[in-house]
C-alpha cells in the first residue's frame, strides 16, 4: 500500500488529453511538499519528467505538464503520442514517522 | 555527463546481507547539495526509497527498512554502498542508485543508474 495512491491505468488514443492523479494526505502533499513526476518506459530505470510540481527539466516535451491542489497533484499528457505508453510515479516527503521520500504505485498509461 | 552505475551479486541466499554498489562518473560525488541514494523496485511492483547518504556521511534511511539496512560512502573512490541485511524473498528487486538534488523541496531523484536485479533465493 503506498503512502501516494495513483491509479493502476489509464488509456488514451493518438492525439488526446490524459491525465493521471495522486492523492495524499496532511503528512505529505497536503504538508505542502512539492510533487514530482517520473516516466518509467518498458525495462528501464526511471526518468525525471517533471519537478517541483510543474517544471519540465531540459529535453522534457511541453506536452507534459504537472499541478498540485491541497492533497493531491497531477500528471497531464496532451497529444498523446505512442512513445509516451510507459508507467509514471508520483513522488513526494512525508513527515509521519522520522520522515521520507515517498513513491505513489505507479500508473501504466496505454496508448489505444 | 553524469553517470551512475550499480554492481554487486545478482543472487542472494535467504537470511544473508546484499551488498551493492554505486559508481559515480563524469562528475563528483563530493558536490554540495546532492544526496545519493537507493531504491528498488519489486517484481511488477512500484518504487520503494531505501535510504540516502550525503558525501560527508550523514544518512537518511527509510523507517520500515531502517534495522536492515546500512549505506556508505567512499568520496575517493566514487562509491557509495548499500547493505541490507537478513534477506528473504520479499527484497528480491531491481535496485536502483540515484543521485538526490537537495535543493529541490522536497528532494528529486534526478539521475538514475541502470538498475541491478537481485534475486534472494536458496
Known amino acids: 500500500q503506498s503512502v501516494l495512491t495513483q491509479p493502476p491505468s489509464v488509456s488514451g488514443a493518438p492525439g488526446q488529453r490524459v491525465t493521471i492523479s495522486c492523492t495524499g494526505s496532511s503528512s505529505n502533499i497536503g504538508a505542502g511538499y512539492d510533487v514530482h513526476w517520473y516516466q518509467q518506459l518498458p525495462g528501464t530505470a526511471p526518468k525525471l519528467l517533471i519537478y517541483?510540481?510543474?517544471n519540465r527539466p531540459s529535453g522534457v516535451p511541453d506536452r507534459f505538464s504537472g499541478s498540485k491542489s491541497g492533497t493531491s497533484a497531477s500528471l497531464a499528457i496532451t497529444g498523446l503520442q505512442a512513445e509516451d505508453e510507459a508507467d509514471y510515479y508520483c513522488q513526494s516527503y512525508d513527515s509521519s514517522l522520522s520522515g521520507y521520500w515517498v513513491f505513489g504505485g505507479g500508473t501504466k498509461v496505454t496508448v489505444l | 555527463q553524469l553517470q551512475l552505475q550499480e554492481s554487486g551479486p545478482g543472487l542472494v541466499k535467504p537470511s544473508e546481507t546484499l551488498s551493492l554498489t554505486c559508481t559515480v562518473s563524469g562528475g563528483s560525488i563530493s558536490s554540495s547539495g546532492y544526496y545519493w541514494g537507493w531504491i528498488r523496485q519489486p517484481p511488477g511492483k512500484g518504487l520503494e526509497w531505501i535510504g540516502s547518504?550525503?558525501?560527508?556521511?550523514?544518512?537518511y534511511y527509510n523507517p520500515s527498512l531502517k534495522s536492515r539496512v546500512t549505506i556508505s560512502v567512499d568520496t575517493t573512490k566514487k562509491q557509495f554502498s548499500l547493505k541490507l541485511s537478513s534477506v528473504t524473498a520479499a527484497d528480491t528487486a531491481v535496485y536502483y542508485c540515484?543521485?538526490?538534488?537537495?535543493?529541490?523541496?522536497?528532494?528529486?531523484?534526478?539521475?538514475w543508474g541502470q538498475g541491478t536485479v537481485v534475486t534472494v533465493s536458496s
Open positions: 547518504i550525503y558525501y560527508s556521511g550523514s544518512t
Open positions: 517541483g510540481n510543474n
Open positions: 540515484a543521485r538526490q538534488w537537495a535543493a529541490a523541496d522536497p528532494d528529486v531523484f534526478d539521475i
